[in-house]
């Protein structure tokens, strides 16, 4: 019997923590009173506090069971296109932990953080030398909050001209972030199409560019895993006008030390530290956004910035032309201390190969895979390929199902139904930190379960069947939502 | 690299199948114009254990415990850590798991965030929680946003007493709206003053943070009162969620959103990141609000569990018309917060609070009896603010010599209260340190 | 998903392009969505619609009509007045999805211009629209 590489495994079931424990419990070593009691308004104090009482064993068991139904990283290979799933380093969680920097305040005067500060400093240089930008602001919080910080200094630039433009150009491939973070800046967003190769063409752009367009809002490489390789022309057509280009660098690891975004006509880029840049996800977050822009829009980045005076850092609010501030204070440190790591780990050699291997792996599943599955775009990927499931439509097996399946055999399933210009989309990105034969294992499963899809489609329809539960009933969920117990 | 597993086998058996003569052929298409020819001028690779020394090196320069006695908050608090929660927390299936949109192998994250949103929805007195915002300043724009989505109305008051970065965040949000920030000062007490709200029409919410930015706790009821009465939406705020472990929580005081920050649970200062936004309402405004949720759930074969619900108010779907724009969340530090309250309990929660409390009271006394003015005399938590002597710059700079950083000094934020200074104290800090602190300032 | 011979395409209404229908009532219009538009948003969730009273022009936006994995934005048919909504779908959102043009119904219009009416499609029409798309 053929072994899938998903097996069973004794995982235990685990009620919700008001289900457990007890009044009286405690999993805290309370701190020691050395102060007595002082009189409290009792207007003001409330003595019923409705939340539950564990033993610290109970704690301990209960979030080591729940962590045992979850799929991770370190479980098996996530192809979630333009998710940028790569391996988490275990020196840089170290690191983040040690003292001085878990537990540092951040309003602690300048003298004492000149370890913290010193370390933005640094990483903004050698943000903006990979993208080949000018500035650097590490405050977002993550790549959505960087494109709405992208789009504040769209607005501010042409604001200092007297001019408050109404829309932005969108293309059908941009993630969805895109036209809400434009929303959210007062801009309507324009849709213009790809072309039939997959990516956008100048005449489009010049279709619809105007004075009362803001700029244009582009992926590169776009969410096809394809280059946009009439960029340059674009920027042209959308800087004629006075217009600005942000540039989505969530594909960032497709490009490092091949690319330099600056010359492609981008005035401002945001970056995913939870992507290129081996930040750990978290189950959905804390990332970290940073924006890069060339240096005529330096002047509006967000404040505090970091500056150096005389080999000393300190932090400085003097930048009238600021947007102000997206955070309550710098970003994510924790995560961008581990993007530090990350890239004084790899150097500039490995970050270059880093993209190459992306790439490399992406283009070997596509070959590979492109008689199993639909193949769209049947040219040169960058580091994802989109695949649908036009081919299994005489079984009646969707996308849906093949990515349910995929969970049986070990892998976590990879984007399903984005980009929307592709039909039951399933967008592939393995990264570069997955073997060869990893890459094997998973093409595959993917052909088993293609000829599954051919001989017993039903496998695939009530799939999974080895995770702890079977497909959920989103309709009931959404109909009656039950957020609290 | 150790983080690269190809071989030079590998990649020309791959290179082989994929059709291209080397792995920069793969590249072939890319415009000339903006291709990089030039090695990224970045320091050469460092071993493992030289990037341990330099990191090793850089945090010795940062001023933290136990060495250093910090009495500062202002949004960002230091609090005992159990040593469960980090050792739970680092468990790789929670740190190295995407976002949970296959419900079936991520039951894990979405019954601990279900959890999460369940205890801060108890903790804040409100109906529903949602799975988490980027950081307290955050939420604040979002909870404002939301009012607005809400009510059709374009004006928010907030509070001059709402923490000065929050307010900033909102202004920056608000900025490229056609919607108004309007701000209410402050009183002798140290409370919001709510009196320009009589001339007000037309709000979409007031928001006050309690305890507020100077350590005060706001008369929330009175406050959703006069909210009501403007057919406004009550918005209350916080940066210290350990308060409401002992006083009454925003939705037995009228809140229709409670936000806040809540690092306090679980989460270490970090520097101010990562943070953790919370943000709840009333069950009537969720499909109204930003960021993600868990809803509980059956599967096909009758078994509970969890997945992620409401998604149309989000930007995958409903795009350029979502609540928000936001993505990838804090849902790490709300699992931290979830295992933090559950290590505490409700028991321990109160105890620790009132803890909190009466080690400030000690040092308020402690300062009132060395003679000096408690700057507001309303009741405070674990903050409040103590005006020092003029000259008191010098005598702040010498503590910090003798590694006590002795508040944060209000002046940037409040011009008017120069030689003002806020003072923290949570549990972390013994009386010996306070007595220490007092004596210092004495001389 | 339905193929287009299993499709309910009753011929007592009109259609739009967008995948409502309308039925006449006397001077009133009913409004609903077709059996394709709910097969292809699935599970109807969560229906919002406008109050009675509320005017609107023809083809602009009344409501949305939402499943688990999409929105949907539904247009007036016709220029007129809000009478009345169907309350039903509040508690009940997939009679939409079981009744499609029955009990699913979404809202009653006072029709401005009864003409407008012809300007709708048949159900010949609208099927030969729906073998036009993929």
């Given at each position: 019997?053929?072994?899938?590489?998903?097996?069973?495994?004794?995982?235990?079931?685990?009620?919700?923590?008001?289900?457990?424990?007890?009044?009286?419990?405690?999993?805290?070593?309370?701190?020691?009173?050395?102060?007595?009691?002082?009189?409290?308004?009792?207007?003001l104090a409330d003595?019923?506090l409705?939340?539950?009482?564990?033993?610290?064993?109970?704690?301990?068991?209960?979030?080591?069971?729940?962590?045992?139904?979850?799929?991770?990283?370190?479980?098996?290979?996530?192809?979630?296109?333009?998710?940028?799933?790569?391996?988490?380093?275990?020196?840089?969680?170290?690191?983040?932990?040690?003292?001085?920097?878990?537990?540092?305040?951040?309003?602690?005067?300048?003298?004492?953080?000149?370890?913290?500060?010193?370390?933005?400093?640094?990483?903004?240089?050698?943000?903006?030398?990979?993208?080949?930008?000018?500035?650097?602001?590490?405050?977002?919080?993550?790549?959505?909050?960087?494109?709405?910080?992208?789009?504040?200094?769209?607005?501010?630039?042409?604001?200092?001209?007297?001019?408050?433009?109404?829309?932005?150009?969108?293309?059908?491939?941009?993630?969805?972030?895109?036209?809400?973070?434009?929303?959210?800046?007062?801009?309507?967003?324009?849709?213009?199409?790809?072309?039939?190769?997959?990516?956008?063409?100048?005449?489009?752009?010049?279709?619809?560019?105007?004075?009362?367009?803001?700029?244009?809002?582009?992926?590169?490489?776009?969410?096809?895993?394809?280059?946009?390789?009439?960029?340059?022309?674009?920027?042209?057509?959308?800087?004629?006008?006075?217009?600005?280009?942000?540039?989505?660098?969530?594909?960032?690891?497709?490009?490092?030390?091949?690319?330099?975004?600056?010359?492609?006509?981008?005035?401002?880029?945001?970056?995913?530290?939870?992507?290129?840049?081996?930040?750990?996800?978290?189950?959905?977050?804390?990332?970290?956004?940073?924006?890069?822009?060339?240096?005529?829009?330096?002047?509006?980045?967000?404040?505090?910035?970091?500056?150096?005076?005389?080999?000393?850092?300190?932090?400085?609010?003097?930048?009238?032309?600021?947007?102000?501030?997206?955070?309550a204070f710098?970003?994510?440190?924790?995560?961008?201390?581990?993007?530090?790591?990350?890239?004084?780990?790899?150097?500039?050699?490995?970050?270059?190969?880093?993209?190459?291997?992306?790439?490399?792996?992406?283009?070997?599943?596509?070959?590979?895979?492109?008689?199993?599955?639909?193949?769209?775009?049947?040219?040169?990927?960058?580091?994802?390929?989109?695949?649908?499931?036009?081919?299994?439509?005489?079984?009646?097996?969707?996308?849906?199902?093949?990515?349910?399946?995929?969970?049986?055999?070990?892998?976590?399933?990879?984007?399903?139904?984005?980009?929307?210009?592709?039909?039951?989309?399933?967008?592939?990105?393995?990264?570069?930190?997955?073997?060869?034969?990893?890459?094997?294992?998973?093409?595959?499963?993917?052909?088993?379960?293609?000829?599954?899809?051919?001989?017993?489609?039903?496998?695939?329809?009530?799939?999974?069947?080895?995770?702890?539960?079977?497909?959920?009933?989103?309709?009931?969920?959404?109909?009656?939502?039950?957020?609290?117990? | 690299?150790?983080?690269?597993?190809?071989?030079?086998?590998?990649?020309?058996?791959?290179?082989?199948?994929?059709?291209?003569?080397?792995?920069?052929?793969?590249?072939?298409?890319?415009?000339?114009?903006?291709?990089?020819?030039?090695?990224?001028?970045?320091?050469?690779?460092?071993?493992?254990?030289?990037?341990?020394?330099?990191?090793?090196?850089?945090?010795?320069?940062?001023?933290?415990?136990?060495?250093?006695?910090?009495?500062?908050g202002a949004g960002s608090y230091?609090h005992?850590?159990?040593?469960?929660?980090?050792?739970?927390?680092?468990?790789?299936?929670?740190?190295?798991?995407?976002?949970?949109?296959?419900?079936?192998?991520?039951?894990?994250?979405?019954?601990?965030?279900?959890?999460y949103?369940?205890l801060v929805a108890r903790l804040l007195g409100m109906?529903?929680a949602n799975?988490s915002l980027y950081d307290g300043a955050s939420a604040l724009a979002e909870a404002l946003?939301?009012?607005?989505?809400?009510?059709?109305?374009?004006?928010?008051?907030i509070s001059s007493l709402i923490h000065p970065m929050y307010r900033?965040v909102v202004?920056?949000?608000?900025?490229?709206?056609?919607?108004?920030?309007?701000?209410?000062?402050?009183?002798?007490?140290g409370r919001t003053?709510?009196?320009?709200?009589?001339?007000?029409?037309?709000?979409?919410a007031v928001a006050v943070q309690s305890p507020n930015f100077f350590g005060c706790i706001e008369d929330l009821q009175?406050t959703g009162?006069?909210?009501?009465?403007?057919?406004?939406?009550f918005i209350t705020c916080f940066t210290e969620p350990l308060a409401y472990g002992l006083l009454k929580n925003p939705g037995s005081q009228g809140a229709d959103i409670a936000c806040g920050e809540g690092q306090s649970f679980g989460i270490?200062?970090?520097?101010?990141?990562?943070a953790l936004g919370m943000l709840a309402s009333?069950?009537?405004?969720?499909?109204?609000?930003?960021?993600?949720?868990?809803?509980?759930?059956?599967?096909?074969?009758?078994?509970?569990?969890?997945?992620?619900?409401?998604?149309?108010?989000?930007?995958?779907?409903?795009?350029?018309?979502?609540?928000?724009?936001?993505?990838?969340?804090s849902?790490?530090c709300a699992?931290?917060a979830?295992?933090y309250m559950?290590?505490?309990?409700?028991?321990?929660l109160?105890?620790l609070a009132?803890?909190n409390y009466?080690?400030s009271?000690?040092?308020?006394?402690?300062?009132?009896?060395?003679?000096?003015?408690?700057?507001?005399?309303s009741a405070t938590f674990n903050e409040f603010?103590?005006?020092?002597?003029?000259?008191?710059?010098?005598?702040?700079?010498?503590?910090?010599?003798?590694?006590?950083?002795?508040?944060?000094?209000?002046?940037?934020?409040?011009?008017?209260?120069?030689?003002?200074?806020l003072?923290c104290?949570t549990?972390?800090?013994?009386?010996?340190?306070?007595?220490?602190?007092?004596?210092?300032?004495?001389? | 998903?339905?193929?287009?011979?299993?499709?309910?395409?009753?011929?007592?209404?009109?259609?739009?392009?967008?995948?409502?229908?309308?039925?006449?009532?006397?001077?009133?219009?009913?409004?609903?969505?077709?059996?394709?538009?709910?097969?292809?948003?699935?599970?109807?969730?969560?229906?919002?619609?406008?109050?009675?009273?509320?005017?609107?022009?023809?083809?602009?936006?009344?409501?949305?009509?939402?499943?688990?994995?999409?929105?949907?934005?539904?247009?007036?048919?016709?220029?007129?007045?809000?009478?009345?909504?169907?309350?039903?779908?509040?508690?009940?959102?997939?009679?939409?999805?079981?009744?499609?043009?029955?009990?699913?119904?979404?809202?009653?219009?006072?029709?401005?211009?009864?003409?407008?009416?012809?300007?709708?499609?048949?159900?010949?029409?609208?099927?030969?629209?729906?073998?036009?798309?993929?």
């Amino acid at each position: 019997m053929k072994e899938y590489f998903a097996t069973t495994g004794l995982n235990l079931n685990e009620p919700l923590l008001w289900e457990r424990g007890k009044k009286g419990r405690c999993g805290f070593s309370l701190p020691r009173r050395d102060v007595d009691s002082y009189p409290l308004d009792e207007e003001l104090a409330d003595r019923e506090l409705n939340l539950p009482d564990l033993s610290e064993f109970e704690i301990i068991r209960h979030y080591t069971r729940l962590s045992q139904w979850n799929f991770g990283l370190d479980t098996g290979m996530y192809p979630l296109g333009s998710c940028t799933m790569k391996y988490n380093p275990k020196i840089n969680e170290k690191l983040a932990g040690l003292n001085g920097f878990a537990g540092a305040h951040p309003l602690l005067p300048a003298t004492l953080s000149q370890g913290a500060l010193k370390l933005m400093v640094q990483l903004e240089r050698f943000l903006a030398e990979i993208t080949g930008m000018d500035a650097v602001s590490l405050q977002p919080a993550a790549g959505a909050q960087g494109e709405l910080t992208g789009m504040l200094l769209i607005y501010t630039y042409h604001k200092m001209k007297g001019q408050r433009r109404s829309k932005i150009i969108v293309p059908d491939t941009a993630h969805g972030t895109n036209p809400a973070s434009a929303a959210l800046c007062g801009y309507r967003p324009v849709p213009v199409e790809s072309t039939e190769q997959g990516i956008l063409s100048p005449s489009s752009i010049d279709k619809v560019m105007d004075e009362d367009t803001a700029g244009i809002m582009v992926t590169n490489p776009n969410t096809l895993g394809l280059f946009e390789e009439n960029l340059k022309r674009i920027a042209e057509i959308v800087h004629a006008k006075d217009g600005l280009v942000y540039g989505d660098g969530a594909n960032m690891n497709a490009i490092m030390g091949i690319v330099d975004m600056g010359k492609t006509g981008v005035d401002v880029l945001h970056l995913n530290l939870h992507k290129t840049f081996s930040t750990p996800h978290g189950g959905g977050g804390p990332g970290s956004g940073p924006v890069c822009v060339r240096k005529h829009l330096e002047p509006f980045l967000p404040v505090p910035r970091v500056i150096e005076e005389n080999g000393k850092y300190l932090l400085s609010d003097d930048f009238p032309h600021s947007v102000g501030e997206l955070h309550a204070f710098y970003g994510n440190f924790g995560v961008m201390l581990k993007a530090y790591c990350y890239i004084l780990s790899m150097g500039p050699g490995n970050l270059k190969k880093a993209s190459q291997l992306a790439v490399l792996n992406a283009n070997y599943i596509k070959e590979m895979l492109k008689d199993t599955f639909y193949l769209p775009y049947d040219r040169p990927c960058m580091h994802e390929c989109v695949f649908s499931d036009r081919l299994q439509r005489d079984q009646k097996i969707l996308t849906l199902d093949i990515a349910k399946r995929l969970m049986d055999y070990g892998f976590h399933p990879p984007t399903i139904y984005f980009p929307l210009v592709v039909n039951g989309a399933i967008m592939i990105e393995p990264t570069e930190t997955e073997s060869k034969e990893e890459l094997d294992h998973f093409i595959e499963a993917c052909k088993t379960i293609v000829k599954e899809a051919e001989q017993d489609p039903d496998l695939l329809r009530q799939a999974p069947k080895y995770c702890k539960v079977k497909r959920m009933d989103e309709t009931e969920a959404a109909r009656q939502p039950c957020l609290t117990g | 690299m150790r983080y690269l597993p190809h071989t030079d086998e590998d990649i020309a058996s791959m290179l082989e199948t994929v059709g291209a003569g080397s792995l920069d052929e793969l590249f072939k298409d890319i415009p000339e114009s903006c291709r990089r020819h030039e090695e990224l001028h970045l320091p050469e690779a460092m071993t493992e254990w030289e990037l341990n020394d330099l990191m090793l090196d850089l945090s010795k320069s940062m001023a933290t415990s136990p060495e250093y006695k910090v009495f500062m908050g202002a949004g960002s608090y230091e609090h005992h850590i159990p040593a469960t929660v980090p050792y739970l927390l680092g468990r790789s299936e929670f740190v190295t798991s995407y976002t949970p949109y296959q419900p079936e192998m991520s039951q894990g994250t979405l019954q601990g965030i279900y959890e999460y949103q369940t205890l801060v929805a108890r903790l804040l007195g409100m109906e529903a929680a949602n799975a988490s915002l980027y950081d307290g300043a955050s939420a604040l724009a979002e909870a404002l946003l939301m009012a607005i989505r809400i009510t059709r109305r374009k004006k928010v008051a907030i509070s001059s007493l709402i923490h000065p970065m929050y307010r900033q965040v909102v202004r920056t949000y608000f900025e490229p709206t056609d919607c108004q920030v309007l701000e209410l000062p402050y009183l002798e007490n140290g409370r919001t003053d709510l009196s320009p709200l009589k001339d007000m029409s037309e709000i979409a919410a007031v928001a006050v943070q309690s305890p507020n930015f100077f350590g005060c706790i706001e008369d929330l009821q009175d406050t959703g009162k006069r909210t009501h009465e403007k057919e406004a939406l009550f918005i209350t705020c916080f940066t210290e969620p350990l308060a409401y472990g002992l006083l009454k929580n925003p939705g037995s005081q009228g809140a229709d959103i409670a936000c806040g920050e809540g690092q306090s649970f679980g989460i270490p200062p970090s520097f101010g990141g990562p943070a953790l936004g919370m943000l709840a309402s009333r069950m009537k405004y969720v499909r109204k609000m930003p960021g993600r949720l868990v809803g509980m759930t059956k599967d096909k074969e009758g078994r509970r569990g969890f997945v992620l619900t409401l998604s149309t108010r989000e930007q995958h779907i409903r795009r350029e018309k979502a609540t928000s724009n936001i993505c990838t969340n804090s849902s790490l530090c709300a699992l931290a917060a979830a295992m933090y309250m559950a290590s505490l309990g409700g028991s321990g929660l109160g105890e620790l609070a009132r803890l909190n409390y009466d080690k400030s009271e000690y040092l308020k006394e402690k300062l009132r009896k060395a003679g000096f003015r408690i700057s507001f005399q309303s009741a405070t938590f674990n903050e409040f603010v103590v005006e020092f002597p003029e000259n008191f710059t010098a005598t702040y700079k010498l503590l910090l010599d003798k590694k006590i950083v002795a508040g944060l000094p209000l002046k940037p934020f409040y011009p008017e209260l120069m030689n003002h200074y806020l003072l923290c104290v949570t549990e972390v800090r013994t009386r010996e340190e306070m007595d220490d602190l007092v004596r210092e300032v004495k001389s | 998903m339905k193929e287009l011979n299993e499709l309910i395409l009753p011929k007592d209404v009109r259609y739009t392009a967008d995948h409502e229908w309308a039925r006449v009532q006397g001077d009133v219009v009913r409004v609903g969505v077709s059996d394709y538009a709910q097969n292809q948003l699935g599970d109807i969730t969560f229906v919002e619609l406008p109050e009675a009273g509320d005017a609107f022009e023809k083809g602009e936006e009344f409501g949305t009509l939402e499943s688990v994995k999409a929105v949907a934005d539904l247009y007036m048919p016709v220029r007129g007045e809000i009478l009345s909504i169907n309350r039903e779908l509040e508690k009940s959102p997939g009679l939409v999805n079981e009744s499609p043009y029955g009990d699913g119904w979404m809202i009653e219009v006072r029709m401005k211009d009864p003409a407008e009416l012809d300007e709708l499609m048949t159900m010949p029409q609208y099927l030969e629209m729906l073998k036009g798309l993929d």
